[in-house]
């Protein structure tokens, strides 16, 4: 289990990616998160959008990665 270096999450409405409210300790506990009926206000377009294992991504500190990466 490799420590959490960031999270982000990705507008469903302009698309940008923004630091997640949502922290997660380390990659066995983001893989096992139930993300559901959770939301967060872009910093871009100010709109509120799901946060899910759709709209996620998470680097950790050994390099590795989990979620989208487009």
Known sequence: ?????????RC????????????????????????????ARCRRCRKMTGCDKDNFRARFADGSFLGVDT
Do not use: G, V
């Open 1 to 9: 289990m490799s420590k959490t270096k960031s999270i982000e999450i």
């Open 12 to 39: 469903e409405h302009c698309r940008e990616w923004f630091p997640s409210p949502l922290f997660f300790l380390n990659s066995k506990s983001f893989d096992t998160a139930k993300l559901f009926a959770n939301t």
